[in-house]
């Protein structure tokens, strides 16, 4: 009852003065909830979807659920006044009847490459009036991702690594080229062993074994649910690869990891500190 | 068969009012409540024409279309396992155990993973259309095909049809896995939820196509109630009736694999509810066709509803599959009346 209340208050108190911003925003995507969070616009987000868990005040938001299978009338009870959506996000009829509610969506572009997360930031600072925040943004993050790239390009060994997003019916799936994990361990500097598969697909154990990994590389979640990094590691396919003879993994949390969102900079710098400490320290990452 | 509440003839009639003002009473409920607080005052007035434009959006675009899929999926799913269990004699017959399901999810799977091959030669308007349309062609082919393979001399055989309709499953699952095996992680997520089902999923032209053929083949299937009656003798017996056996197996066959098919493209695969419908029904009014078809019908749709309430409200704003919820109540029923069969039997 207080609840609705001060959101009564607080609507009320934003809508006084005509203001052209949103002042509820709804997010469907991990990755523009942390720019609409870094473009200082955080208060006012009153949905979020599965994917959004950084920064650590999503936890507080309400929860939309699954990106691609959104409640129409589940975002209409929080009253929003703009939906920033992932470009994948749906069903397409959720959306339309979103629309006819009179709710503004914002369909974000979709990021292939991580240059293109500026362009994100942009469409994002326009949709929520903090066009020349995200200006300023946009360009520190091309900066960042620049110096970030330039000494991780410097460093003397290219590990040869291979990701592995989960095990799926007992084969693990890898990722391949196209895919947000191939885009990192490239910036990152090292070499992926599973550029000729495309998209995220199932490999053979023997595949696995002529790929000879030296570093696997997993996400946090994933590898916790598979009941630790050593279990993967102690799978017959990859304990016989260098990576399990050396025992070497790196995990990251996926968001940070594959998000493609403005963290991106600091994600290429820790895998590369990850995959060859004492280099990227005298690289100065 | 299952224990008399009331074979009494004098309570029948009451139960189905009763069973009549639940449906109905779900789908007030289902136009009342929901994550967004709509007093019932305003719902009135919204449905007169006179809401804000976001009530008139709720009530009109969300709310609505849903309880009409919702009424269509418990009327096509209960009437049409109450038929499959009277005809093929078999209390564990439901629309799934003939394929028909089966058939309706490989063509709804093929165009999730396949679709994108061919979506840039069609015309604009008919994308939407492509997975309703293919779901409505996978059950229509799987039910021709299983009926075709079990007719031999002019007659129908019912173990053949069980049967053919197991392979069918087995069949349709395999090219499912097949589908599952070579789909992007995205697609494997949209097939997921898919065949988890959703009322929501949906828009009004959809739904108007699920229910016009569901409520289309429902009075073929109603007719057949003294037909099914006479197939619990025996079908050497209710030929000899003189019954057109091999006309009413084709006529059931028919309304059934189109009105399945129309809910299932629209809504997804729903569980259960072609299983414990019909139970339950018998289980209050007994076999009599008669009354346990309609009883059948309403008790559907009273479970569907339920469900779907209880998936809008459980946790929003976001929203369950409904597939969850109908398992959770069809789950434990199904074992329930397993462990109670096999008592009676070893009794």
Not at chain 2, 32 to 53: D, K, N, S, Y
Not at chain 2, 225 to 249: I, T
Request: net charge negative; charged share 15%; hydrophobic share 55%.
């Amino acid at each position: 009852m207080i609840r609705r209340l001060i959101l009564a208050l607080t609507v009320s108190l934003t809508a006084l003065p005509v203001l052209a911003e949103p002042s509820r925003i709804v997010v469907a995507g991990g990755d523009l909830t942390e720019i609409v969070f870094a473009l200082g616009a955080g208060e006012r987000v009153v949905g979020v979807d599965q994917t959004s868990s950084f920064p650590a005040e999503t936890a507080e938001i309400a929860q939309i659920g699954y990106v691609r299978r959104l409640s129409s009338e589940g975002v209409l009870s929080l009253a929003p006044d703009l939906v920033i959506a992932a470009h994948d996000a749906g069903p397409d009829v959720a959306m339309e009847q979103l629309e006819a509610a009179g709710v503004t969506i914002a369909k974000a572009p979709a990021a292939t490459t991580a240059a293109d997360i500026s362009e994100k930031i942009r469409f994002v600072g326009a949709a929520i009036g903090a066009a020349e925040k995200a200006e300023d943004m946009a360009a520190a993050f091309t900066e960042d991702l620049a110096a970030v790239t330039a000494k991780t390009a410097q460093l003397p060994n290219k590990p040869r690594l291979m990701f592995i997003l989960a095990i799926r019916n007992g084969a693990p799936l890898i990722g391949g080229s196209g895919t947000s994990a191939d885009e990192m361990i490239r910036l990152a500097g090292g070499v992926n062993v599973a550029a000729e598969i495309d998209g995220y697909k199932p490999m053979s154990q023997e595949a696995i074994l002529s790929a000879a990994p030296e570093v696997i590389v997993m996400m946090e979640q994933h590898a916790t649910r598979m009941g630790g990094v050593e279990e993967v590691l102690s799978r017959p396919e990859i304990a016989l690869t260098p990576a399990g003879q050396n025992a070497r993994a790196v995990t990251m949390d996926g968001m940070l990891l594959l998000g493609f969102g403005p963290r991106t900079p600091a994600a290429v710098a820790e895998l590369a500190r990850a995959l060859q400490p004492e280099a990227a320290k005298a690289a100065g990452l | 068969m299952e224990a008399a509440l009331a074979h009494n003839a004098g309570w029948r009639l009451p139960l189905l009012g009763l069973m009549a003002l639940m449906a109905g009473g779900l789908a007030l409920a289902g136009l009342a409540l929901g994550p967004v607080e709509i007093p019932p005052g305003r719902v009135i007035a919204t449905l007169m024409g006179q809401g804000t434009p976001v009530e008139t959006a709720i009530i009109w675009q969300i709310r609505l279309p849903r309880i009409l899929l919702g009424v269509a999926v418990g009327t096509a799913l209960a009437l049409s396992g109450a038929s499959l269990q009277g005809l093929l004699r078999n209390p564990l017959a439901d629309p799934g155990l003939i394929g028909v399901t089966g058939g309706a999810s490989l063509g709804a799977v093929a165009v999730i993973v396949l679709g994108g091959l061919v979506a840039g030669s069609l015309p604009a308007w008919l994308l939407p259309w492509l997975l309703p349309l293919a779901a409505f062609l996978g059950a229509g082919i799987v039910i021709t095909f299983v009926f075709a393979l079990a007719r031999s001399a002019g007659e129908t055989s019912v173990a053949t049809l069980i049967l053919a309709g197991v392979a069918v499953n087995a069949i349709a699952g395999a090219a499912i896995g097949a589908m599952v095996y070579i789909s992007t992680d995205d697609q494997l997520r949209d097939l997921t939820f898919w065949t988890m089902g959703a009322l929501g999923g949906s828009g009004w032209s959809l739904v108007a196509a699920a229910s016009l053929l569901t409520f289309a083949t429902a009075p073929v299937l109603f007719r057949q109630s003294r037909a099914l009656d006479l197939f619990q003798l025996g079908e050497r017996a209710a030929f000899h009736a003189g019954l057109d056996v091999e006309g009413v197996k084709r006529q059931i066959a028919i309304a059934t694999a189109l009105a399945v098919g129309a809910v299932t493209a629209a809504a997804g695969p729903i569980g259960f509810i072609g299983l414990v419908a019909p139970h339950l029904a018998r289980l209050a009014l007994g076999p009599r066709h008669v009354v346990l078809l309609p009883a059948s019908v309403l008790l559907g749709i009273c479970l569907v509803l339920a469900a779907d309430l209880a998936v809008r409200l459980a946790v929003p704003p976001a929203e369950p599959p409904i597939g969850l919820a109908t398992s959770l109540i069809g789950g434990p029923f199904f074992l329930w009346l397993l462990i109670r069969t096999r008592g009676r039997t070893h009794a």
